[in-house]
């Protein structure tokens, strides 16, 4: 027990958790805990301030208040609503077709917004009342928001997958590309799951009369808005701009769009869109910086050894140590966002990646797949939250159907896992790899 009590590498675990237990915010309780041990070790205290600048002044990290301003602006020039207003129109119809609408225009702000829960803001304001008012439960609906909203963060452009690059030192482009097989497949999973849902519980479509003269008027007006993902995936891929130069085409091209062809932004937004930014970014940069002093000192001390040798000690079989890095991230998925988990746990598990040689484009898709699962699964759930606030319902209704909604997710994970050249076909075909 003394041995235990004299180890740094115990009191820089506990020295983050207790505080998390205790409600602290995360990025004060990660550089809580790693400013006490360097100062109580010597550890070279001195050394924090240069490496806590050092985590954030890296040019890829420019890109995320970029995107985070991006889907502000187009969240303010109403581009959901077009493209809410079209597919409602193409699935409305159907049984469980409001559910299939709201998977599909997930996907859709996936490719325009890296935030999950800007994206249940975004859809959810719209879709939810309107499939309550056809029927829906309300629960289920705000449960199918909230779980396919989590597809911002893998369909990309994603301030994830940038954060992994970060850390990892893969290409943005080549992460970017990856994930955007895995994003449709899980689109195709959870769209299963709600249908099925649907059909037992007889949520039936919309009632009212289509026309193609309708179809294509609703095609026009939302022509701006499917231009975006065009002009920032096609920039990227098409090699016209890096990512982080993405980020700043796809900020003017939605002031465009909202000041001169929508007119739903004044230049009095303008101010209150940029505050907004200025807040997300500096609490994502908090945190980063925060946890890369973390992950500093938790190598320092061999905590990344250790936890590395202990995994391994446990089974040799790959697919066996997989599972039990699942398990790791849908527990860590509940206490700690995104940016934190990937800071906390990547450092572990970047050896783990070395020792089976996996593809580490393909293990960021995977790993950003369980930090979307994370997004759902309380108490630490941001997409739950801003549902449960647009919806006025509490958590202990929301949970129950979105239960079966994770399900399909983690059986879509499953199937990615199984078949990693789905994953990496297209960074292969664009010339990444």
Known sequence: MDDLLRDPAFWTVALFIVPL??????????ALSA?????????????????????????????????????????????????????????????GGLAIAAISVAVFWGAISGSTAATVAAIGVILIPGMVKAGYDKAFATAVICVASGLAIIIPPSITFIMYAVITGVSVGAIFAAGFIPGFIIALFLIISAYISCRRKNYRGEVFEKSWSEFFRMLRDAFWALMAPIIILGGIYGGIFTPTEAAAVSCFYGLFVGVVIYRRIGWKDVYDLLVETVKGSATIMFICASAG????????????????????????????????????????????????M????????????????????????????????GTVTPPVAMNLYVGCR????????????????MIATLLALAFLTMFPSITLFLPRYLGFL
């Open 35 to 95: 400013v006490s041990v360097a100062w109580f070790w010597d550890m070279g205290v001195i050394m924090t301030s240069y490496n806590y600048f050092a985590n954030i002044a890296k040019f890829p990290l420019l890109a995320i208040p970029f995107f985070i301003l991006a889907g502000n602006i187009m969240d303010k020039a109403s581009i959901a609503d077009k493209i809410v207003n079209l597919l409602r129109y193409v699935f409305g119809h159907m049984v």
């Open 293 to 340: 002093l973390y992950a500093w000192i938790g190598s320092t001390v061999g905590i990344i050894e250790k936890s590395a040798n202990l995994l391994l000690s446990v089974s040799s079989n790959e697919y066996v140590l997989l599972l039990m890095i699942y398990i790791i991230l849908f527990f860590g998925g509940m206490l700690l966002d995104g940016v934190s």
């Open 342 to 373: 990937l800071y906390v746990f990547m450092p572990i598990l970047t050896p783990l990646m070395a020792q089976y040689n996996w593809d580490p484009i393909w293990f960021g898709v995977m790993v950003t797949i369980m930090v979307a699962v």
């Open 390 to 405: 647009i919806s006025n319902i509490t958590i202990e209704e929301l949970t129950p159907p979105v239960i079966p909604l």
């Open 21 to 30: 237990l205790l409600k602290v915010p995360i990025g004060i309780s990660l």
